[in-house]
Structures are given as structure tokens and as C-alpha cells.
């Protein structure tokens, strides 16, 4: 599925209030239901169901997801 940039921008917000050297966004690849998602500093695995949560209701997406997400960073800077 092909989402807007601003989703990918509006979820590292929202993980950047919890992981601030989070990054950036440079780019994402969606393919078989996940979306692997590229910062400056890293990237990190996102379900599609997240992303539509986060383009449909962000409320629905609780902070203890965003932790559970943040745990698929993986760090490598540019």
C-alpha cells in the first residue's frame, strides 16, 4: 500500500517525544505488510496496521506500541 510522506513524518514525531536520536525521514519501502522505514540515524520495521492507525485515528495508537516499536530500531548512521 502506498501511504502519504506525512504519516512517516507524524509517527517519528511522535517517536522522537520518546527516542529523540530516532532521526529524520529519508525513505520507506513497503512490501508484504510491514514497512521498513529509513532515518537519518537508522531504520525501523513498521505494520502496516500501525500505519493505518496512524493515518486514520493516531488515537488508537497507544504509547506502549510506540515502545514496542521503537524496540526494531536498528542504528546505523549515515
Known amino acids: 500500500m502506498n501511504y502519504p510522506h506525512y504519516i512517516f513524518y507524524e509517527l517519528l514525531i511522535r517517536l522522537a517525544e520518546i527516542e529523540p536520536e530516532i532521526g529524520y525521514y529519508i525513505s520507506n519501502t513497503t512490501s508484504n505488510g510491514i514497512c521498513i522505514l529509513r532515518t537519518n540515524t537508522g531504520t525501523l520495521v513498521v505494520p502496516d496496521s500501525l500505519l493505518i492507525k496512524q493515518s486514520t485515528d493516531p488515537n488508537q495508537i497507544a504509547k506502549d506500541d ?5 524496540k526494531n530500531f536498528e542504528q546505523n548512521y549515515l
Not at 66 to 70: C, D, R, T, V
Open 66 to 70: 510506540l515502545y514496542n516499536l521503537l
